[in-house]
C-alpha cells in the first residue's frame, strides 16, 4: 500500500464495492474504495441476506458477524410474490433461512472487514470523470485530484456515473409504478397499525407497515404517480397523503428517519466491460425490490469477480478468465430481472395479474414448483455454464462436513481448492492459487472435486490429466 497507483479503485463504497474491495485484498491486490457520502448512509433500502449470500459469507469467516446483529427466519423457502407453498420447502443449504438484518449493519460489518485487510477507504470523495488508456485509468474527483489505477471498477448503483461515462447501454422498462418508503415515528398503536396493515393488503399488496426497531416503523406505500426526479425525496407530507389514501389514516407518522422512493424500473447493462473499466452490483443492473434481492445479486458478482480480477492484476489470469464474470453474472442478473418483474405484476390489483396469481397460487400446491421458485429466489440454484458433466458441475459446493471440520472453515483464504477422495492426485504447480484436501470422508458423492475461490465447481473426474487442462484453465499457467 501506499504506492502512487492502486491496482484497483472502486468507485462506491456499498456493499457490493466493499465485498469486492475485501476479496481483492485477499489476494493482496492494492485497492482503493472512493465513496461519494462523507458518512455511511443509514436508509434501510435492504432487509435481510438470502441463503446463498449467508454462505458467502461463511466461506470467508464473517458468518457470526452478521448472525450477532440478525434475525433468522427459516421456512422462507417456499414464498414468491407473498403466495405461499403448502409444503415446506427444504433448500440444500445449512443456511435455510432469510437473516434479517437491515442494509446499514450489512455496509458496517463489510466495511470494517475491508478496512481489517487494509483496503484503502475514502468517504466524502466523489468521481467526476476517468480517462483509461492502455496501461490505466486515470480518475478524476470533485475537488480536482487525479489518481491513477490500473484498473476501475463502478460500484456506484443504478444512476452510475462509471457506467454513462463508459457509453455502457442500459436498456430495459422504464418505471411505471412507484413507491414510497420511509422509517418513521408514529403515534397510532402496534396493535392497530397491524390490524389496519392486514386489512390493507387484501386488496394492495404493494402496500406494508410494521416495526423497523429503534422505536421506528418502517412503511411502503404506492406513491400518487411516479415522479420527474427521484434523487428529491418525497416529503413528510406526500407521505401521510399517500398513507390516507390507502389506509384511511396516516397513523401519526412524524419525526422520520428517512424518506425515499423507489420504482418497478427494470434495467442491465449490455456489457459490463469496457477496457480496463468495469461495472458491479446496481451499476450494472436495477429491478423493483421484490423479494429483496438487488443487494444480494451485488454482493453475489463481488463474489464472482474478485478472484478473477486479482488473478489479472496479477498476471497470473488465464485467457479469457475475466471475460467470464460477464458470461456468469449477466445470466444470472436477467434471471433476477426476470423474477423481480414477474412478482411486481403479481402484485398488482388489476384483473390479469390477479388471474395468474390465482393459477400461480394452484401451481404451488405442486412442490416442485415452490422448490423452483425457492431456488431461484434464494441464489442455491444458479448454474454456470462450465461445460458439460454431471449436475453437480458449475453449481457451487454446499457446505460439508469434513474429517477434521467442515468445508467451509477451508475457504477463507479465497484460494481454491482440490477435495480429493482419491487420494491419488495433485495440485502440483498450482499448490499457491489451489489447496488440497484428501481427508474428505464420505459427505462427497464424487471422486475429486475442484472448487473455484467462489466455492463453484469446476470440475469432478479422477484423471490427472484431466484435473490438470482444468488447473490451468481456471488458475493460470503451473508455477
Known amino acids: 500500500m501506499g ?47 438470502h441463503p446463498r449470500s449467508l454462505e458467502i459469507m461463511d466461506q470467508r469467516g464473517l458468518l457470526e458477524r ?64 476517468f480517462d483509461q488508456d ?8 470533485a475537488d480536482g485530484e487525479r489518481l491513477r489505477s490500473r484498473w476501475l471498477v463502478g460500484c456506484d448503483g443504478g444512476r452510475s456515473l462509471v457506467r454513462r461515462l463508459l457509453g455502457v447501454g442500459f436498456p430495459g422498462d422504464m418505471a411505471t409504478t412507484e413507491w414510497l418508503l420511509g422509517e418513521v415515528q408514529v403515534t397510532a398503536s402496534a396493535d392497530e397499525i397491524a390490524a389496519v396493515s392486514e386489512e390493507v393488503r387484501k386488496t394492495h399488496r404493494g402496500f406494508g407497515i ?18 420527474e426526479d427521484r434523487t428529491v425525496a418525497p416529503t413528510l407530507e406526500d407521505f401521510r397523503a399517500q398513507l390516507r389514501a390507502y389506509a384511511g389514516t396516516d397513523f401519526g ?58 488473478a489479472e492484476v496479477g498476471g497470473r489470469a488465464p485467457e479469457g478468465l475475466l471475460d467470464t464474470y460477464f458470461t456468469e453474472r449477466h445470466p444470472a442478473a436477467q434471471e433476477v430481472l426476470t423474477i423481480t418483474r ?38 442455491i440454484g444458479i448454474r454456470y455454464d462450465v461445460g458439460e458433466g454431471p449436475e453437480l458441475l458449475g453449481r457451487r459446493m454446499r457446505d460439508l462436513p469434513l474429517a477434521h471440520g467442515r468445508l467451509y472453515e477451508l475457504m477463507h483464504d479465497g484460494t481454491g481448492l482440490l ?40 470440475w469432478i473426474g479422477d484423471q490427472q490429466d484431466a484435473l490438470g487442462q482444468h488447473l490451468q484453465r481456471w488458475f493460470g499457467a503451473e508455477g
Not at 134 to 141: H, P, S, W
Not at 421 to 443: E, F, I, K, P, Q
Open 66 to 129: 452478521f448472525l450477532a446483529h440478525g434475525t433468522q427466519y427459516p421456512g422462507m423457502g417456499g414464498r414468491f410474490a407473498g403466495i405461499v407453498s403448502p409444503h415446506p420447502i427444504r433448500l440444500d443449504t445449512a443456511h435455510d433461512y432469510i437473516l434479517g438484518i437491515p442494509q446499514p449493519v450489512t455496509d458496517g460489518i463489510l466495511a470494517e472487514r475491508a478496512a481489517e485487510l487494509r483496503a484503502v477507504i475514502r468517504r466524502g470523495s466523489e468521481v467526476t470523470g
Open 419 to 458: 477435495l480429493d477422495r482419491t487420494g491419488a492426485l495433485a495440485v502440483g504447480g498450482w499448490a499457491d492459487r489451489v489447496d488440497y484436501v484428501s481427508d474428505v470422508g464420505d459427505a462427497l458423492d464424487a471422486p475429486a472435486v475442484l472448487l473455484r475461490p467462489d466455492g463453484h465447481v469446476a
Open 342 to 379: 414477474a412478482q411486481s405484476e403479481l402484485i398488482s390489483p388489476d384483473p390479469g395479474p390477479q388471474a395468474v396469481r390465482r393459477l400461480l397460487t394452484e401451481l404451488m400446491g405442486f412442490e416442485e414448483v415452490g422448490r423452483f421458485f425457492a431456488e431461484k429466489v434464494s441464489g
Open 210 to 227: 410494521g416495526p423497523a426497531g429503534d422505536g421506528l416503523f418502517r412503511a411502503v406505500v404506492p406513491a400518487a404517480s411516479v415522479s
Open 253 to 310: 407518522v412524524h419525526s422520520p428517519r428517512s424518506l425515499t422512493r423507489f420504482t418497478d424500473a427494470t434495467r442491465l447493462a449490455d456489457r459490463y466491460r469496457v477496457g480496463r473499466v468495469l461495472l458491479a452490483g446496481d451499476a450494472a443492473h436495477v429491478h423493483p425490490p421484490l423479494g429483496g434481492q438487488g443487494l444480494n445479486l451485488g454482493i453475489q458478482d463481488a463474489f464472482n469477480l474478485g478472484w478473477k480480477l486479482a
Open 3 to 49: 504506492s502512487d497507483v492502486f491496482d484497483v479503485i472502486i468507485s462506491g463504497g456499498g456493499p457490493t464495492g466493499m465485498m469486492l474491495a475485501s476479496e481483492l485484498r485477499l489476494h493482496g491486490v492494492d485497492v482503493l474504495v472512493l465513496e461519494r457520502d462523507a458518512e455511511p448512509t443509514r436508509l434501510v433500502r435492504s432487509l435481510g441476506l
Open 134 to 141: 492502455a496501461d490505466g485509468v486515470t480518475v478524476e474527483l
